[in-house]
């Protein structure tokens, strides 16, 4: 996907991870889950970053034929009613991320462990945690993660999680920080998306109308409100907004070009907003597109890995 350079407001930073690699001290370790599509070999830079700060990495092993297994759900009924859920469907991918946290205990020496999900590795921890327990795991941070199920009865929004995250949200454990276990979201503002058609009704208020059993983050009810620097109406801008519309229900806000602002925040986690960051390691550099993984983007949040 194309899309358009930071906000003029991004300044990236010089990364000292020279200052950390050169101390002795080890952190505890952090497990990476990869993002829909994803493979593997896409975090390998930030699995450098991340140990020259002195923090043990560990990748899920994932290949991106792997995740062809979902299709798998197209035969669950649940599928094509819209409530389908995380077992059996996913049971490959928590296999391959209690392969990875089995790895990363052994190189804690029975510390604690740091989960850090991008994109839906982040909604996907949520049921790791909930399914085979959170007892060893005192971080999840989220990089991009659309953690909210897009509101119901909107016209021309489709849940493409098929209900998976309505499960989530109604199955798994709330997000509280806390000093034993911390949540951490952090959301991109790379680009504004904007409506396909200017005179749309649509807008974040219709989701008053939300059926009274769905529970949804105060924070997804918020008009996106920012001094950040605007962005003319482009035909990027608007297809990119139609993307966010299917994730929140509005097209005209801000995201990581990918998942709007307001999805990738969690009521009662700390939630952060990072100007300039796109998506996805795919089609990211570090200076005109950086991504969460980003040298100088990992240098804004690498303190919660090392308290």
């Not at 990476?32 to 043990?56: A, M, S």
């Not at 560990?58 to 009924?77: E, Y």
């Not at 016209?155 to 098929?162: E, F, K, L, M």
Request: proline share 7%; charged share 20%; glycine share 10%.
């Amino acid at each position: 996907m194309a899309l358009g350079l930071p906000p003029l407001n991004f300044k990236p930073q010089c990364s000292s991870t020279s200052t950390f690699s050169s101390s002795s001290t080890n952190y505890r370790p952090a497990v990476i889950l990869p993002g829909l599509g994803n493979n593997t070999g896409d975090y390998k830079k930030l699995e450098f970053t991340l140990q020259e700060y002195g923090v043990p990495t560990v990748v899920a092993k994932v290949s991106r034929i792997d995740w062809l297994r979902n299709a798998a759900g197209l035969v669950d009924p649940n599928y094509w009613k819209g409530t389908l859920q995380p077992r059996p469907v996913l049971d490959w991918y928590l296999k391959r991320v209690d392969d990875a946290v089995q790895e990363a205990e052994e190189l804690a020496q029975g510390g604690k462990l740091s989960v850090i999900g991008h994109s839906a590795g982040g909604w996907l921890a949520r049921v790791y945690m909930e399914e085979f327990g959170l007892s060893h795991i005192s971080l999840l941070l989220t990089l991009g993660t659309p953690h909210l199920p897009p509101p119901k009865g909107l016209p021309g929004v489709i849940d493409q999680t098929r209900g998976l995250l309505y499960y989530v949200q109604q199955h798994c454990k709330k997000a509280v920080y806390t000093p034993k276990l911390k949540y951490v979201c952090i959301a991109g503002r790379y680009l504004q998306g904007a409506r396909f058609v200017n005179d749309s009704k649509v807008a974040v208020e219709s989701m008053a109308t939300i059926d009274d059993d769905q529970q949804v983050s105060d924070v997804a009810v918020v008009k996106n409100k920012t001094d950040s620097t605007p962005v003319s109406t482009t035909f990027q801008a608007r297809f990119v907004g139609q993307g966010y519309k299917q994730v929140c229900g509005e097209a005209d806000v801000w995201g990581d070009g990918v998942v709007p602002e307001v999805s990738a925040h969690l009521e009662g986690a700390l939630n952060i907003s990072l100007d300039g960051v796109y998506h996805s390691p795919v089609g990211s550099d570090d200076v005109s597109r950086p991504w969460y993984g980003s040298p100088a983007v990992v240098e804004q949040w690498i303190h919660h890995l090392l308290n």
